[in-house]
């Protein structure tokens, strides 16, 4: 395999990243595609990194030189819902259409397809619905290809839904879920490449679906009581979440997903959980020559470290973080604009800041709104909430030459502050998202 070259598109995400690995470690040469591949390029160096965006890759000609050279193409690029710069149209319909007729202008024959258990052109949602475009394309098109359909893929790293399900199941002292009796085939990453790595052999047989899934059935409940106990916590009861509390949390998911904030608290996620992820197991064992591990399998073959549980256990604390680091600097300024505008120019001249007081104030006040909604923009969040501990620092310093006294008044307002300073640096130092 050393001079075979496989392009692997969306290999910067939770199962392209994994399959771009596994493939170089088995000696491919993996050019590897993703929208943004700058960044991605830092963690994985050694493989051939190339921007791949599906809006733009629109014609066989544009991606003729991502083709150049290519023995296989394994595309994984997905996304759950719209929103946030992603599309389902076009990553799951308009990119792969394209990609495919690419693919038969410049001869490469052999095309791996990761889909989904639950695609189905009568699912209720757009990506069950565009799911099954995409494969209705590939296996309409003139291409040796081979369709996998995974189930529940878990593996060290999380992201989106196994991110969710850690956060369920390390919830102090109980275990809170929706439903709760939705089935899963928990497949590990392993055994998702190794899918991949046999589909992309030339001697595999082609034009075949295959759902990738565990060999075991289990229950969302089940699931959760595992990572529990993996994760070294003492066993929780669970509590089933009303649907009617359930929804407006995640329609409030749906909003962040718009603003740029990508969560598996969204509806499509509980659709298609509703409708059945679970898939057929057997056929993809024998064609592929896997064997399979169960979800017990995977969680004792890597034990859960401090760093696990800490994901865990701040995974719902995060969003609430940034929530109230928000609304707090977003209020503060509001407040000195209005009903303590009088009380803000009244410190100030206490100060001795004398004619610069009001002009002072109102800067500050500005500069505490700004802040406050640059903080919930998803791009600018990191360096917002930077900006929030200097600006922070700044405030300390001027108070306490201009007001020492308040360091030692009995309801702390500058004690306060630093409590606050160490939000920031938290939320600026967890704003990785993979």
Not at 146 to 165: C, Q
Not at 200 to 216: F, I, L, N, Q, S
Not at 383 to 407: D, F, N
Request: glycine share 10%; with cysteine.
């Amino acid at each position: 395999m050393s001079d075979a070259r496989v392009l692997v598109l969306g290999a910067n995400g939770f199962i392209g990243a994994h399959v771009a690995g596994e493939l170089a470690r088995r000696g491919w040469r993996v050019r590897a595609g993703a929208r943004k591949p700058d960044e991605a390029r830092r963690r994985a160096p050694g493989h051939e990194w190339v921007q791949v965006d599906f809006g733009r890759l629109t014609t066989a000609e544009a991606w003729a030189p991502l083709l150049a050279g290519v023995s296989a193409v394994v595309n994984c690029v997905g996304v759950l819902q719209d929103g946030g710069g992603d599309r389902t149209d076009i990553a799951h319909v308009d990119g792969p259409r394209a990609l495919v007729a690419a693919c038969e202008a410049a001869g490469v024959r052999r095309f791996v397809h990761l889909s989904a258990v639950g695609a189905d052109e009568t699912a209720r949602t757009a990506y069950g619905r565009s799911k099954a475009e995409s494969e209705r394309l590939v296996a309409a098109s003139g291409l040796d290809w081979i369709i996998l359909r995974p189930s529940l893929a878990v593996g060290r790293a999380v992201f989106g839904g196994t991110g969710l399900i850690r956060a369920l199941a390390a919830f102090p002292g109980l275990i809170p879920v929706i439903g709760g009796d939705q089935r899963f085939r928990p497949v590990p990453m392993a055994d998702v490449c190794a899918a991949v790595a046999a589909a992309v052999k030339p001697e595999t047989g082609v034009c075949r679906t295959y759902d990738v899934a565990g060999p075991e059935s289990l229950t969302l409940v089940q699931i959760l009581e595992l990572y529990r106990g993996w994760l070294g916590l003492p066993a929780a009861p669970v509590v089933r979440v009303p649907r009617a509390l359930a929804w407006p949390v995640i329609a409030l998911g749906d909003v962040a997903g718009w603003m740029g904030w990508s969560s598996p608290l969204r509806s499509t996620a509980l659709r298609q959980m509703d409708d059945g992820v679970e898939g057929e197991p057997g056929a993809w064992v024998q064609a592929l020559n896997v064997s399979p591990h169960t979800l017990a399998d995977q969680l004792s073959g890597m034990p859960a470290t401090v760093q696990d549980v800490w994901h865990a256990r701040l995974w719902f604390v995060r969003p609430v973080a940034i929530v109230t680091l928000g609304l707090f600097w977003l209020l503060t300024g509001l407040i000195s604009f209005g009903p303590g505008w009088t009380a803000a120019v009244a410190i100030l001249h206490e100060g001795g800041y004398g004619k610069a007081a009001v002009p002072v104030a109102w800067w500050g006040a500005l500069l505490d709104v700004v802040l406050g909604l640059a903080l919930f923009v998803r791009p600018w969040t990191a360096r917002v909430a930077l900006a929030m501990a200097v600006a922070t620092l700044g405030y300390l310093v001027a108070a306490t030459v201009s007001l020492p006294q308040y360091w030692v008044d009995p309801l702390g307002p500058w004690l306060k502050v630093l409590p606050m300073m160490a939000l920031c640096l938290f939320i600026a130092a967890t704003d990785r998202r993979r």
